[in-house]
């Protein structure tokens, strides 16, 4: 992975975030025909409408990097607010650690924990984005608005070792530290 890269996922997500928020000829108005259409993006029978959205931004011969860019467009537009998605910082790991607080917080622990353990033992990224489009979407019913979606769309392109122990990390190192103040 290089800077060129990790520049091309942060202007992507900026322009979908921009492009989901209002209209392109700067009235103020949504675009919703461009936000509908991202909306599907990650759908495998309606994908293809999207693709003229992503050629810019990636080799949409890649099924791996086409619905990788998908998936994470479709998450951005499905967002209640979608001018924040450039702004979150936190991985799938620290999203998923901070649905686990409050009175039911050690059963919140255990349900978040098998939705990453199933998200880690993703052998290709193909299966990583089949387990993580539904992920993605509880995430966000859970107001969850927080998540890095141009650190999401790197570590999917380079899902290996290092993306999922980071994901562990984010998720029990937390949940460790909380453990030791209570």
Known sequence: MNLESSRKFKSFVEYVAQNCSTCPKGKGKQDTGYRAIMRRADNPNL??????????????????????????????????????????????????????????AMEAKEREGRRLQRLIACDSTLELLRVLRPVLQYLQSKGCETLDYAGLLQDICYWDERKRIKWIKDFYLKSEEDQKEA
């Open 47 to 104: 994908e293809s409408i999207a693709w003229e959205h992503l050629v810019a931004w990636c080799d949409i011969e890649n099924p791996y990097l086409r619905k990788s860019f998908a998936l994470v467009g479709a998450a951005i537009a499905r967002m209640d607010s979608p001018e924040k998605a450039p702004q979150g910082k936190a991985t799938v790991g620290k999203a998923l650690q901070s649905l686990c607080n409050g009175k039911d």
